[in-house]
């Protein structure tokens, strides 16, 4: 009987200690499965990101080009009314149309206006309608200051961009010729200036609404050849005015004004 009881007593004490391990190995596993739920998680967001940056890579290293916001679904960026956008499949054909009609026109005025032709250079680029000025054709040598002759251009070239409702922006550029003065201590600051010189006249002498504008300078940084002879170098001293597509748009913030 004694060692019956004996038994019974050492059974009794190791059964809940025994069984400790179960609650242990429970909770790993437990642990784990949370683990590599998450892990799955992550792993398909980051797949589709990079499935998205992998495409946009390969078109490109092609020689073509590619929007990310050719892809269908809805955008999660607002729209110019600060309400969610959904981005549709592609341009709007009837804006589309207009970029081409504006080309027409102006290039036209290009050819017919004395002094024109080769200072002022049309792009149909990804991004939109490029109007490209020579700075020669705009400013004296070093300076921010339209000439009346320029305004006169700025005002004409703006005339046909009034009735759009893209969004327009104004690029500075130079050369890589180092500047320091009192006024512009280098590049940037001359090409801010002078592309907002010519924002202020498609604003104020234009009536092109203020929303729609932006400048922007990028100083030598955004050439178009390479800055080695002086025929380079006067052409990458302009002044660009973007007719941004309509795709575009929700790269800008929302309006807020109304």
């Given at each position: 009987m004694a060692r019956?009881?004996?038994?019974?007593?050492?059974?009794?004490?190791e059964g809940p200690s025994m069984e400790r391990w179960l609650l242990t190995y429970s909770d790993l596993i437990t642990l784990l499965m949370i683990f590599f739920v998450v892990m799955y998680t992550m792993s398909q967001v980051d797949a589709k990101k990079f499935e998205a940056v992998a495409n946009s890579l390969s078109v490109v290293l092609s020689g073509k080009s590619i929007s990310i916001l050719d892809t269908a679904g809805p955008?999660?960026?607002e729209g110019r009314s600060g309400q969610i956008a959904r981005e549709g499949p592609g341009?709007?054909?009837?804006?589309?149309?207009?970029l081409e009609a504006?080309?027409?026109?102006?290039?036209?005025?290009i050819k017919q206006e004395e002094g024109l032709a080769g200072n002022v250079i049309i792009m149909n680029q990804e991004r939109g309608l490029v109007i490209s000025l020579k700075d020669t054709l705009l400013f004296p040598k070093g300076s921010d200051e339209l000439t009346p002759h320029a305004r006169e251009i700025i005002r004409k070239v703006g005339g046909s961009l009034k009735t759009i409702p893209n969004y327009i922006r104004v690029e500075g550029h130079t050369d890589n010729l180092p500047i320091r003065t009192a006024r512009f201590p280098s590049n940037w600051e001359l090409s801010v200036?002078?592309?907002?010189?010519v924002v202020h006249v498609l604003n104020e002498e234009v009536g092109i609404p203020a929303a729609r504008l932006s400048a922007t300078g990028y100083g030598e940084y955004r050439s178009l050849v390479p800055n080695d002879t002086e025929v380079n170098r006067s052409m990458n001293r302009r002044v660009d005015i973007v007719i941004l597509k309509q795709k575009y748009d929700?790269?800008?913030p929302p309006l807020l004004i109304h």
């Open positions: 019956r009881s004996k038994k019974k007593q050492q059974a009794a004490e955008s999660v960026v341009e709007d054909p009837s804006l589309q149309g207009n504006i080309e027409k026109q102006l290039a036209e005025y200036l002078r592309a907002t010189k929700y790269f800008e």
